[in-house]
């Protein structure tokens, strides 16, 4: 995608910012928006944690918990900056299972001369970034983006745009039933998902168009009223699958009116962290 967005005329004359969540958490995705000259801003794992790309600066927190600082290192794979950190506090060694082309092989990655000269790098700094939210937590950040170009309190609102992503994401796997695959083999998986992804772009269309229905009965009431997606979601796979010959367009919308829901702003829930249970292949001895 980066790729395709530097070789595209389209997006010259403007600052495309590459946004990702904990999951790209990578110093090769990094380097190569660097490279390429695109901005990008990354949602790490919190530097408190223990894990990720931020975990070795928080030493760097001001009195609020905060950062707000440019890490210029040198990445290599050799090992010996791991063994002797207080002779190369410069360096940081990454792992060669995590390929990376833009960081040189290293004749010393496992055994091999201590000369500091035979120590192949590539040097590379970004921007970290730590705020509080407002339930108490803290978010870290790692962006190519100066000051100049994004100030610390507008880096809330540039990752508040992208909670869109966050709820369409959880619309695909719970309401429209991407969280499990049917089949175990890949290519039957793959064409399970790329089905979900289609069926919740025909939702989507659905939703907008209803929309307008949905303005005008929170017009006449106190409260903002928004139509469930889950009930959508649900009507429209009996009607696309032919189950229920009694589901008719007319039908799906005097339901989903009736089952219009009030916005409740602030509203907020306990997330519930559950571990993935065993699959058993019980059922394969019958």
């Not at 170009?149 to 745009?161: N, P, Q, S, V």
Request: charged share 20%; glycine share 6%; aromatic share 12%.
């Amino acid at each position: 995608m980066m790729n395709r967005i530097a070789a595209s005329d389209r997006y010259k004359g403007y600052m495309v910012i590459i946004t990702c969540d904990r999951g790209y958490e990578s110093f090769y995705l990094m380097m190569l928006a660097d490279s390429l000259g695109l901005k990008y801003c990354f949602r790490v794992h919190d530097a408190g944690s223990g894990v990720g790309i931020a975990s070795r600066y928080m030493g760097l927190c001001d009195d609020k918990g905060c950062i707000d600082a440019v890490i210029d290192k040198k990445y290599t794979y050799c090992c010996f900056v791991e063994k002797e950190k207080d002779k190369y506090p410069d360096y940081v060694l990454c792992h060669r299972e995590n390929y990376n082309p833009f960081i040189p092989p290293s004749p010393n990655s496992q055994h091999g001369s201590r000369r500091a000269g035979l120590i192949s790098f590539h040097p590379f700094s970004f921007r970290l970034i730590r705020f509080p939210l407002g339930n108490g937590d803290f978010e870290t950040l790692v962006t190519n983006l100066s000051n100049d170009e994004l100030g610390f309190t507008e880096f809330k609102a540039l990752y508040h745009m992208r909670w869109g992503i966050e709820t369409s994401f959880r619309q695909l796997k719970y309401d429209d039933c991407a969280s499990f695959m049917h089949s175990r083999k890949k290519n039957v998986a793959i064409g399970e998902m790329i089905l979900s992804m289609v069926f919740h772009n025909i939702c989507t269309m659905v939703l907008m168009l209803l929309a307008e229905k949905a303005h005008q009965y929170s017009a006449h009431h106190a409260l903002l009223y928004r139509i469930s997606y889950s009930d959508l979601a649900s009507t429209l796979r009996l009607f696309i699958s032919g189950r229920s010959p009694t589901i008719t367009i007319d039908k799906i919308v005097r339901e989903l009116l009736i089952t219009l829901q009030p916005v409740r702003n602030g509203r907020s829930f306990i997330r519930v962290i559950v571990n993935h249970p065993f699959v058993p292949f019980i059922y394969r001895a019958a």
